[in-house]
Every structure is written in C-alpha cells, then in structure tokens.
C-alpha cells in the first residue's frame, strides 16, 4: 500500500514515492532521527536553496566542523521548510576508499533528501 506524502502547511502533493524511501534502520552517517529519508525527490514540487554557515556544529558523535554546507528543501507552494539534502547515501563507487581503508568523505556518495516528519503530512492511497 503506497503513501502519498504532502506539506502541512500548504496541503501541496509532494509525489513522493514510497519505492525511494530508504529503510528506518539503514544507517547514515549524520542519523535519521525525526525524519524520512528518500534517494530521490520529484524538482517540480520543491525549491532548493544552498546554505552556507560558519559555525561549530557536530554532524556525528565522532565528527565535528566549523563550516557548514548544505541545501535546503523547501515546498515549491509556500517556501516551508520541509528538510535538507544530505550527500551521505550509498557510495556511487565500490571503491576501497581513500588508503584502501574504507570509505570517507572522499568518495563521491548519493544524495540524500531527509524530509522532517513534522512538516509532512502522511496519507495511506486507498
């Protein structure tokens, strides 16, 4: 049974598709919590807007930086914000990784487009 996801604030279709979810217990390097994560999304139904900040922030336990690079989703309908795109997905090689020892942010990674479960609002199709 497919789910049809959508803007809290608009009520807009996002369309999209359940096939692109990724499973709630694959492991990302900057976690899942609170939200869905999708290994694509349809352009048409969102804006992107690139964030650039210069401030101390943890992206895990073990990793920390101090600028900040990231693209901001938003509903293309009214400009909330309904997540971020993250290039932390699967590898796009099956490269060793940089030394032959294991992957790292040198290997070019999948986006992946990490919807907030509070700003969407989820529907089962009938």
């Known amino acids: 049974m497919a789910s049809i996801y959508s803007c809290t604030e608009c009520g807009t279709n996002l369309n999209l598709s359940s096939n692109h979810l990724f499973p709630p217990d694959f492991y990302f390097e ?3 919590k609170g939200t869905l ?3 694509s999304v349809d352009s048409t139904k969102f804006r992107f807007e690139k ?3 210069i401030r101390p922030f943890f992206e895990t336990l073990n990793y920390w930086g101090i600028q900040r690079k990231r693209t ?3 509903c293309n309908s009214c400009g909330r ?3 971020y ?8 090689t099956d490269s060793p990784g940089q030394l032959h020892m ?3 942010q040198v290997i070019p990674r999948a ?3 990490r919807l907030k479960t509070k700003a969407l609002r989820i529907a089962s199709e009938t």
């Open 81 to 83: 914000l309904l997540g």
């Open 72 to 74: 901001k989703l938003k």
């Open 102 to 104: 294991g992957p790292s």
């Open 37 to 39: 994560s999708f290994s």
């Open 30 to 32: 900057a976690g899942n």
């Open 111 to 113: 986006p992946r487009y």
């Open 51 to 53: 964030e650039d900040k």
């Open 85 to 92: 795109v993250y290039d932390d997905g699967p590898p796009l």
